[in-house]
């Protein structure tokens, strides 16, 4: 190890940044954000400065600095000139000074290095790699920025607000560490992330009470109703990837891809309960029923929902279920079917030019095929979004021209949308039905019609998300 990782308190310590420019920018700005008192010395600021100052205050000296005494009482000096010779003169300076140096682009001139850093105040997290590869510490920044949710920070900060209370009534250290891990890993932690802090802080209040009565009850579970998106694992949340990897049992259908169900945690359990048109294995009732007894034995439930649970997803029904049974439970939104195929197959919902509007209806109720509103469903300027219509394809089509629709009007059909084996049929009223079936559709798939259909043949091959490599078109 090259380099002591420290934290360096800088709050109310005096800190010159050398340069003008971009870096130098940057630098003070890092140590404004750290409370010290800033000075920088350049003859002249590039226009970064002034959107640094539009944030915090600092002294500004239109110079270099010329002796050590300018620097006298300085803890930190960064120099970033952008020239080599003044570069070398400024550190030169600044170490008769006795400050703590750093040279942007110079390791063998800096006393410390500063980190590729992740923001989650109070949860600060440094990569460094020893001045070695600053662009490898950046692509290490990136990962870590999609895997640590920026909730982290007010997690951190309710348990500072929390611990003093904690310390007074739990003294044993191994006693507090169990409780602040069960804490942090189980519901009243998920409430802080969620935003939900009111009612942590009343649950947290519960739990001290719970710990101090040495009662040793079962604790409910809590459910997690997660959107996975219409099948490419790259349109998950941050926050989907987060609860995935908390679960003790996941419960999956057809619906949501192996590649996404393979991102949950690897030690949990994992619950089929597949679905197909007209082909239940694992009733509804009783997916609900499941998800109730799980949680009650103290676990950790993921309930993977295809697109988003709340867009055709029998999502409303699942919580209900929860709600009415107090089992403790979050939704996770995703990308919806009718987004991820439009934007997948270069087909727009909406554009000022063809669309204002767009509708997502779906084929099929709790009863069977759906009879639409259609004065509601067909109007001009107005894009129509299908789910579940690829086994009343010809009724669905035959309807729209029955209800006044021009038989002419484009239409679509997404059949795998975002995932590899994504395949799109265009036609219009007249002809999809056909299409589809010749082109032996398997689904999942969603239905667009209206005129946005047109704009396919000009956008798609321009831009192809990576999830659709394999897309092709089947067209007359």
Not at 117 to 142: E, F, N, Q, Y
Request: aromatic share 6%.
């Amino acid at each position: 190890m090259e380099h002591l990782p420290i934290f360096l308190a800088m709050r109310g310590k005096w800190a010159a940044v050398i340069g003008g420019g971009l870096a130098a920018a940057r630098r003070a700005e890092l140590l404004l954000r750290a409370g010290a008192h800033v000075t920088v010395f350049a003859p002249s600021f590039s226009d970064e400065f002034t959107d640094v100052a539009e944030a915090f205050a600092f002294e500004r000296i239109a110079r270099w600095p010329h002796k050590p005494a300018e620097l006298e009482g300085v803890a930190v000096c960064i120099v970033a000139t952008d020239d080599s010779a003044q570069d070398e003169r400024s550190h030169g300076i600044a170490k008769e000074a006795k400050a703590l140096v750093n040279v942007a682009t110079r390791p063998e001139l800096c006393d410390f290095v500063l980190p590729s850093i992740v923001d989650r105040s109070p949860l600060v997290v440094a990569i460094s790699t020893g001045g070695a590869s600053p662009i490898l510490g950046r692509m290490l920044k990136a990962r870590l920025e999609a895997t640590i949710p920026a909730s982290y920070g007010r997690l951190a900060d309710f348990v500072r607000d929390s611990r003093a209370k904690v310390n007074a009534v739990l003294a044993d250290m191994t006693g507090r560490r169990r409780f602040w891990e069960r804490t942090l890993e189980g519901p009243i932690g998920e409430m802080v992330l969620a935003g939900d802090e009111a009612r942590a802080v009343q649950a947290l209040a519960a739990e001290i009470d719970h710990a101090t009565s040495g009662e040793s009850g079962e604790r409910l579970g809590e459910v997690y109703l997660v959107g996975a998106g219409p099948g490419d694992p790259d349109l998950l949340t941050f926050r989907a990837l987060r609860l995935m990897q908390k679960a003790d049992v996941v419960l999956y259908d057809r619906l949501v891809d192996p590649a996404i169900v393979n991102l949950a945690r690897r030690e949990a359990e994992r619950i089929y309960v597949g679905k197909r048109p007209k082909d239940h294995p694992v009733p509804q009732e009783e997916i609900s029923a499941l998800l109730v007894r799980l949680a009650r034995e103290g676990k950790r439930v993921l309930r993977l929902k295809g697109g988003d649970p709340f867009v055709f997803g029998r999502g409303g029904e699942e919580i209900e279920k929860l709600a009415e049974n107090r089992i403790p439970f979050q939704v996770c939104p995703g990308v919806t079917a009718a987004i991820g195929c439009s934007a997948y197959s270069g087909i727009p919902l909406t554009h000022r030019d063809h669309a204002q509007a767009c509708v997502f209806v779906t084929a099929h109720s709790k009863h069977g095929p759906v009879d639409l509103d259609w004065a509601t469903v067909i109007r001009p300027d107005q894009t129509v979004a299908v789910y579940m219509g690829l086994n009343h394809i010809e009724e669905l089509m035959a309807a729209f021209v029955a209800h006044g629709a021009s038989p002419d009007l484009p239409a679509a059909i997404v059949d795998n949308g975002t995932r590899s084996n994504q395949r799109v049929v265009i036609g219009t009223l007249a002809d999809l039905a056909a299409k589809a079936r010749a082109a032996d559709l398997r689904g999942p798939t969603i239905v667009i019609v209206g005129t946005v259909v047109r704009l396919r043949e000009k956008l798609d091959w321009h831009w192809r998300p990576q999830g659709a490599e394999g897309s092709n078109e089947e067209q007359a």
